[in-house]
């Protein structure tokens, strides 16, 4: 089957630093999602990405989908403690019927003051 | 907006007992699904839904009925619980058109 792997696992670092985590894949995905989980709550769809090679921000997030279609990167810019969580990549193939999401283990992003 | 809600938040029960997790969307949407997340294992499928009537296995269906009588409502049934069935359980709906999938609060389920 299809597999993600999301790194780095885990991550420490200090308020006011970029953060960046990538998500690598054995198949072609069509679509790119990213996810952020805050401690007792669902995930939250914080980007959606449709092309090869498109870039997209949502504020001091800015995700890439690889031109591979194989691959995905998330950078977070000036982190603040809030942004503490943890993160999970989903990739989703095409064809007909197949809505199934592949997600990635997640990066567990920890902030120091 | 409500989105995606799940119901109980919090479940304890006894190993061999029944029960049922509710999930109910607003959205509209056609396809609905149920994760189970564990420590170190990230989310995994456990059956999901194209439709209303229509109902398929994921990754880990073992030990877990659904049904799907209305698009709105997807119950996620456990027959008889076992301690394996410790988790932390995710109910979403998907926008098919943009594949951009809402999960729900998540629902703790502990079996003693």
């Known amino acids: 089957g299809q597999q993600l792997n999301q790194s780095p696992q885990s991550m420490f670092i200090q308020e006011g630093e970029d953060v960046s985590m990538n998500c690598t894949s054995s198949?072609?995905?069509?679509?790119w999602l990213w996810y952020k989980q805050d401690p007792g709550e669902g995930p939250v769809l914080l980007i959606a990405?449709?092309?090869?090679?498109e870039l997209t921000s949502n504020g001091r997030l800015t995700a890439q989908f690889g031109i591979t279609r194989k691959d995905s990167f998330l950078n977070i810019s000036a982190s603040i403690p809030s942004d503490v969580g943890i993160y999970f990549c989903?990739?989703?193939?095409?064809?007909?019927?197949?809505?199934?999401?592949?997600f990635g283990k997640g990066t567990k992003l920890s902030v120091i003051p | 907006n409500a989105g995606v809600t799940q119901t109980p938040k919090f479940q304890v029960l006894k190993t061999g007992q029944s029960m049922t997790l509710q999930c109910a969307q607003d959205?509209?949407?056609?396809?609905m699904s149920w994760y189970r997340q564990d420590p170190g294992m990230g989310l995994r499928l456990i059956h999901y839904?194209?439709?209303?009537?229509?109902?398929d296995q994921g990754e880990v269906p073992n030990g877990y009925n659904v049904s799907r009588s209305t698009t709105e409502d997807f119950p996620l049934r456990l027959l008889s619980a076992a301690p394996s069935q410790t988790s932390v359980y995710f109910c979403?709906?998907?926008?098919?058109?943009?594949?951009?999938?809402?999960f729900g609060e998540g629902s703790r389920l502990t079996v003693l």
């Open positions: 989903a990739g989703q193939s095409s064809g007909a019927g197949s809505y199934q999401l592949t």
């Open positions: 198949s072609i995905f069509n679509t």
């Open positions: 990405l449709y092309k090869a090679g």
């Open positions: 959205m509209n949407h056609e396809y």
């Open positions: 839904s194209v439709g209303a009537g229509i109902t």
């Open positions: 979403a709906s998907m926008n098919i058109d943009t594949g951009e999938l809402f």
